[in-house]
């Protein structure tokens, strides 16, 4: 009877791969769209922007 509890799991791993990926890009959507719908974006870069000419001293 335990026998057959005891599946073949081939694929497994690959199905799991697919679904993290699949976690990971809805989750890179989000935040694009996130992004693009408000202004946080640019602001993000000009805030980095001048935090590296602040450094170099320009």
Known sequence: MLAHLH???RG??????ALVL???AAVALALIAWA???D????????V???VSS???T
């Open 7 to 9: 599946t073949d799991q």
């Open 12 to 17: 497994q791993a690959t199905a799991e791969y």
């Open 22 to 24: 699949i976690a990971a």
């Open 36 to 38: 693009t719908s408000t």
């Open 40 to 47: 946080a974006l640019p602001r993000f870069f000009d805030a």
């Open 49 to 51: 922007m001048a935090k």
């Open 55 to 57: 450094m170099a001293g």
